[in-house]
């Protein structure tokens, strides 16, 4: 499937939202490259953002994201 044409400023916080969910999979993975399953990670993320069955809230906690990959997108301190 190729990558979705980022047009508004929600799409595109959605689409970087799906590539930090493919990271967090491929970092607990310990994989050196991104596989189909990680692409399908990030496929299903952000298509479920898009549609409104997910939001980023829940996500977050649903998924449990690392905090080693969420502090380097925020690294300010937001586990208080």
Known sequence: MPNPVIVTVKEALYWTYANIGM?????????????????????????????????????????????SVVLTVAPQNIWQ
């Open 23 to 67: 990271a967090q999979a491929g970092y607990v993975d310990g994989s050196e490259y991104y596989g189909v399953k990680h692409f399908s990670i990030r496929s299903r993320i952000y298509y479920g953002l898009m549609r409104g069955s997910l939001n980023l809230g829940a996500l977050a906690i649903d998924e449990k994201l690392c905090r």
